[in-house]
């Protein structure tokens, strides 16, 4: 029987309001799913991957590198999966203004 794997690997924050509340959620959520310890590093800074608060003071902006690195049993999985929602294309849903806020003023009668 083999012991734990470690990988790492590092991504692009591709959501045009970066790595913000909804995202950073959701992106913790998923990571709680995992076995392994899954951390998240800008520069020399390294976070826990299952904390929203630890996420967001990376302020991690649209085009931001952040690695992942995990440790365990399904730390392969763990780390593809949560640099796909890093990944994820520009203008996700939660990237686009509120309804109506896109309206320019000469727009409102």
Same mark, same amino acid.
């Given at each position: 029987?083999?012991?734990?794997?470690?990988?790492?690997?590092?991504?692009?924050?591709?959501?045009?309001?970066?790595?913000?509340?909804?995202?950073?959620?959701?992106?913790?959520?998923?990571?709680?799913?995992?076995?392994?310890?899954?951390?998240?590093?800008?520069?020399?800074?390294?976070? &826990?991957?299952?904390?929203?608060?630890?996420?967001?003071?990376?302020?991690?902006?649209?085009?931001?590198?952040?690695?992942?690195?995990?440790?365990?049993? &399904?730390?392969?999985?763990?780390?593809?999966?949560?640099?796909?929602?890093?990944?994820?294309?520009?203008?996700?849903?939660?990237?686009?203004?509120?309804?109506?806020?896109?309206?320019?003023?000469? &727009?409102? &009668?």
């Amino acid at each position: 029987m083999s012991g734990p794997v470690q990988h790492e690997c590092e991504f692009t924050v591709a959501r045009l309001l970066g790595l913000h509340a909804r995202p950073a959620s959701q992106f913790a959520t998923l990571a709680g799913r995992f076995e392994s310890e899954i951390e998240v590093g800008r520069g020399e800074e390294w976070v &826990d991957a299952r904390s929203v608060l630890s996420l967001l003071s990376l302020a991690a902006g649209n085009g931001t590198r952040l690695r992942i690195r995990a440790v365990g049993v &399904d730390a392969v999985e763990a780390v593809e999966a949560l640099g796909q929602v890093l990944e994820e294309p520009v203008g996700q849903a939660d990237d686009r203004p509120a309804s109506g806020t896109d309206r320019r003023p000469s &727009d409102i &009668d």
